[in-house]
C-alpha cells in the first residue's frame, strides 16, 4: 500500500508530547517493586516534544450502507490516503459510519467471536498510517468506527458510546443511531451514525426517530450529557430522505443533464431544514454529485429492477457547532470560537458492491483553545540491544487521576487498537523521584530480533493510550524456534466454526474490569437483559490471553497476531498486588444448546480465568493468545 513505508520508519524529533525528564536516582523501582538492576552506562535521552497538537486538526467522516455486501478488496480511495506517498497531507481523526452490515444470526455470533470483516479491512487499511481504533460500537447492522493518528491519543479523553434501536418500536436495531463521543484536543465532539426509516412517506417517521435519538442518549461524566450539548456534532449515515414532486424520468433527466440543483429544492432533508427546530444549526455542503440511492449492484446504473427506485440522496453528513450563548461550553471554553470548514463532500462511484455509493466529507476544524500538554510523559532509550535497557520511566500530571489496572504495552510500529500490543507491565505506582516512576519489561515478555516499536501508557478510567513514544529500535538475539507438532493441525482446523458461549460472572474481578457507562443501549421499550459473552472455545484459545484484560470483558476475539516476533509474549505476572488468586469454583459439566451445535455453554471462573471443564486445573494466568477488542471501547 502507497505510504506504508513512512509509518514504519522512525521519525526524528516527533515524540509525542514529550519533554526532557529528570533521571531518577540509580535504584529505581521495577515492575514488580523491586530495586531495579539498571545498566550504568544506560542514559535515556533528551528530546524534543513530538506531533504536536495540530493547531488546525483535520477530520474525515465517511457514511456507507453496504448492502450486506462482503467488503471490497481496497478503500484506500475512500479514506483519501496515499494521495502524496505520505499520511502528512492527511486527516488526523476519521469515523465511519456503516449501515446494513450482515448481521444474520451465523454472521453474528462469527462477528461477535472475532472482529467482523469490515472493521477488519478498515484497521488494515489505516494502520499503515499510522490511525488506530479509538473507539467502536455495533448495532446489529449499524457500526461506527472512530480512527485517530496514534500520535493523538493522549489528547483525546473521555471516550464513551451509545446505541439506540427505533425499530419495532425501540426492540430492533435494523434502525436507530450508534455515537462515539469524546473530548478531542480540549472539545468535546460527538459522532452519530443513524439508519432511518425508508421510503418517500416517512418523513415524519425520520424526523420522530432522530428526535427520538438525541432525547434518549445521554452520557454520564462532568462533560456533555445530551448530544447537541457537545462543542461539535457530526450527523450522519442513511438518513432515507427522499425528492418530492418530480417522476423518475425528470430526476434522471436532472442528473444525466447535471442540473442537480433543480432536485436540491424538492429534497426533504433541505425543506426540513427551513421547517424542523430539531435541525436548527445544521449545516451541510453543497450536493454537487449524484444521489448516491439506488443502483444495480456492481454497476453506476440508477435500479433497473421492477421497482425502478427513484434516486435520492439518501446518504447525508451534517455537523452543528454549538451555538454562543446556548450554556457553557462542556470543555470550559469558548464555544463560538470553534469553527469547521468543510473541504470535500462527495461520493465515490467507484464501489459498486452495494446499492448505494458512499459518501465521505473532509473537515477542519479551528480552536481557540487545545490541550496540549499529555497526562502522561513517557520517557525510553533510541533502541534496546540488551534485555537490561528495557526500562521506561514516566511522569503524571498532578490532575491525573491513576488507576491500579493502568498499564504499558509495547506495541509494533503499524498497530491498529490499543489491544494490539506485543508485551505489556503493570503501571505500578512506586515513586522513583517526586511525580517520576519507572517500569521494566522482563527479558522473557521481550520481541526478539529487529524491529520499530511504540510505547503506551493506557489509562483504565480514560480508556485510551494517555501517554506515547515516538519509534523506536528492539534489537535483540533471536532463539531458535521450537518445531510444533501441533503446527499442521492447527492449520488445517483454522477455518472451523468451534466456538464456546459463555455466562461470565456478573462481579467478575479482573485487571481492568468493565464500566457499562462505557457502552450502553438506550432504545423506547427494550428491556435490559444480562449480557452474553461469546468467545473461542478453549481448542481456540490453547494459549490464553496475553491481555492485562482478562476474558471477563466483551471482546470481539480473532485480532491478527501482528507481532511476528518469534515467541514474543507479554507479561505474564499477577495484577495490581494484593488482588486474590484464582478463585475456588467447583467445574462443571457444559449443556449442549439444541439450536446451536456448534456453541456450548460453560461457566467461567469469576476470577477473570477461562472455562472449566470436569477434569481440568484451574487455569493460571498465561500471556500469549488472540487479541480482543472490546466492543464498543478499547478498555482492557
Given amino acids: 500500500m502507497e505510504g506504508q513505508s513512512s509509518s514504519g520508519s522512525r521519525r526524528p524529533g516527533t515524540r509525542a508530547g514529550l519533554g526532557p525528564l529528570p533521571l531518577p536516582g540509580p535504584h529505581g ?45 481496497d478503500v484506500t480511495s475512500l479514506l483519501h490516503l496515499g494521495s502524496g506517498g505520505d499520511d502528512s497531507d492527511g486527516a488526523d481523526m476519521i469515523a465511519i459510519g456503516l449501515q446494513e452490515v450482515n448481521s444474520m444470526i451465523n454472521k453474528r455470533l462469527k ?24 473507539s467502536t460500537v455495533r448495532m446489529q447492522g449499524v457500526i461506527l468506527l472512530l480512527f485517530a493518528k496514534y500520535y493523538h491519543l493522549p489528547f483525546l479523553r473521555d471516550v464513551q458510546t451509545d446505541c439506540t434501536r427505533t425499530g419495532l418500536g425501540g426492540y430492533w436495531g435494523n434502525k436507530g443511531g450508534v455515537s462515539v463521543r469524546l473530548a478531542a484536543f480540549g472539545h468535546m465532539l460527538c459522532f452519530l451514525n443513524c439508519h432511518l426509516p425508508a421510503h418517500m412517506d416517512k418523513a415524519e417517521q425520520r424526523k420522530d426517530n432522530f428526535q427520538t435519538i438525541l432525547s434518549l442518549q445521554q452520557f454520564p461524566g462532568p462533560g456533555a450529557h445530551g448530544i447537541l450539548d457537545h462543542d461539535l456534532v457530526f450527523w450522519f449515515g442513511d438518513l432515507n430522505f427522499r425528492i418530492e414532486s418530480y417522476d423518475l424520468h425528470f430526476v434522471k433527466f436532472a442528473i444525466d443533464s447535471d442540473q442537480l440543483h433543480q432536485l436540491w429544492e424538492k429534497d426533504q432533508l433541505n425543506m426540513a431544514k427551513n421547517t424542523w427546530p430539531i435541525l436548527k444549526g445544521f449545516q451541510e455542503g453543497p450536493l454537487n454529485f449524484a444521489p448516491t440511492f439506488k443502483f444495480d449492484v456492481g454497476t453506476n446504473k440508477y435500479d433497473t429492477s421492477a421497482k425502478k427506485r427513484k434516486p435520492a440522496w439518501t446518504d447525508r453528513i451534517l455537523w ?60 525510553v532509550a533510541d533502541e534496546w540491544v540488551r ?49 517520576i516512576y519507572q517500569v521494566t519489561f522482563s527479558e522473557e515478555s521481550l520481541p526478539k530480533g529487529h524491529g520499530d516499536f511504540i510505547l ?36 488445517s482446523s483454522e477455518d472451523e466454526d468451534d466456538s464456546t458461549l459463555e455466562l461470565l460472572a456478573p462481579k467478575s474481578r479482573s485487571p481492568s474490569p468493565g464500566k457499562s457507562k462505557r457502552h450502553r443501549s438506550r ?114
Fill in 456 to 491: 503506551g501508557y493506557y489509562s483504565h478510567t480514560h480508556s485510551i493510550l494517555i501517554g506515547v513514544t515516538e519509534p523506536f529500535q528492539i534489537s535483540l538475539p533471536t532463539s531458535e524456534p521450537a518445531s510444533s507438532s501441533t503446527d499442521s493441525s492447527s492449520a
Fill in 29 to 73: 523501582v521495577s515492575q514488580t517493586g523491586a530495586p531495579s538492576k539498571v545498566d550504568s552506562s544506560f542514559q535515556l535521552p533528551v528530546k524534543e516534544n513530538a506531533a504536536p497538537v495540530p493547531s488546525e486538526p483535520r477530520i474525515t467522516v465517511v457514511t456507507w450502507n453496504v448492502g450486506t455486501a462482503m467488503p471490497p478488496d
Fill in 387 to 435: 534485555p537490561e535497557q528495557a526500562v521506561v520511566r514516566y511522569r503524571i500530571e498532578t490532575v491525573f487521576a491513576r488507576s491500579s489496572w493502568d498499564w504499558i504495552g509495547l506495541y509494533r510500529v503499524g498497530f491498529r487498537h490499543c489491544k494490539d500490543y506485543v508485551a505489556y507491565v503493570w503501571a505500578k505506582h512506586e515513586d522513583v523521584d517526586g511525580n
Fill in 523 to 636: 432504545s423506547p421499550g427494550l428491556a435490559r437483559f444480562p449480557g452474553l459473552v461469546l468467545r473461542p472455545s478453549s481448542r481456540e484459545r490453547r494459549g490464553a490471553s496475553r491481555s492485562p484484560s482478562p476474558p471477563s470483558r466483551r471482546l470481539l476475539r480473532g485480532a491478527p497476531d501482528r507481532s511476528n516476533d518469534g515467541g514474543s509474549r507479554g507479561s505474564s505476572e499477577e495484577g495490581p498486588s494484593g488482588l486474590p488468586g484464582p478463585w475456588a469454583f467447583p467445574p462443571s459439566v457444559p449443556r449442549s444448546l439444541g439450536l446451536l451445535p456448534a456453541l456450548r455453554l460453560e461457566t467461567v471462573d469469576p476470577g477473570g480465568g477461562g472455562s472449566w471443564g470436569p477434569n481440568r486445573e484451574a487455569p493460571a494466568p498465561s500471556s500469549q493468545g488472540r487479541q480482543g477488542l472490546e466492543e464498543g471501547g478499547l478498555g482492557p
Fill in 111 to 134: 462477528d461477535a467471536l472475532f472482529t467482523d470483516q469490515w472493521s477488519e479491512l478498515f484497521m488494515d487499511a489505516l494502520a499503515p498510517f499510522n490511525f488506530v481504533l479509538v
Fill in 320 to 379: 452543528k457547532v454549538k451555538a454562543p450563548g446556548v450554556g457553557p461550553s462542556p470543555s470550559g471554553r469558548e464555544s463560538h470560537r470553534l469553527q469547521v470548514t468543510q473541504h470535500s463532500y462527495d461520493s465515490h462511484m467507484e464501489y459498486t458492491v452495494s446499492d448505494h455509493k458512499p459518501v465521505a466529507a473532509q473537515f477542519v476544524l479551528q480552536f481557540a483553545y487545545r490541550d496540549d500538554v499529555p497526562l502522561v510523559r513517557l520517557e
